[in-house]
């Protein structure tokens, strides 16, 4: 099983950066393909990015794609979500995920999620 841990949600104006964490527990971490995914209330949780679980393959949504970056360091069981040019829209709660399957961009696909973390983009 895996724990996840996300940090450094904020507030930030728009134009701004802001870099997501998300820690897991657990072993073989490489061997989960990660998600960042975000939801704003009354709306469904829509999928942001993913990376495979040795870093090589990394998808986005269309609307965060190239202003946001998914990495990870498998030596620190970590995953992160660079965040740059945010805008208003980017406002949300961002969860990260996890799946032993392959690099998904579905949320059905992932097994284990975090708690959240909350991003305020103001204008």
């Known amino acids: 099983q895996v724990q996840l841990v996300e940090s450094g949600g904020g507030l930030v104006q728009a134009g701004g950066s802001l870099r997501l964490s998300c820690a897991a527990s657990?072993?073989?971490?490489?061997?989960?393909?990660m998600g960042w995914f975000r939801q704003v209330p009354g709306k469904e949780r829509e999928f942001v990015a993913a990376i495979s679980g040795g870093g090589v393959n990394a998808y986005y949504a269309d609307s965060v794609k190239g202003r946001f970056t998914i990495s990870r360091d498998n030596a620190k069981n970590t995953v992160y979500l660079q965040m740059n040019s945010l805008k208003p829209e980017d406002t949300a709660v961002y969860y990260c995920?996890?799946?032993?399957?392959?690099?998904?961009?579905?949320?059905?696909?992932?097994?284990?999620w975090g708690q959240g973390t909350q991003i305020i983009v103001s204008s």
């Open positions: 657990g072993r073989s971490f490489s061997r989960y393909a």
């Open positions: 995920a996890a799946t032993l399957r392959a690099t998904q961009t579905s949320q059905r696909a992932y097994e284990y």
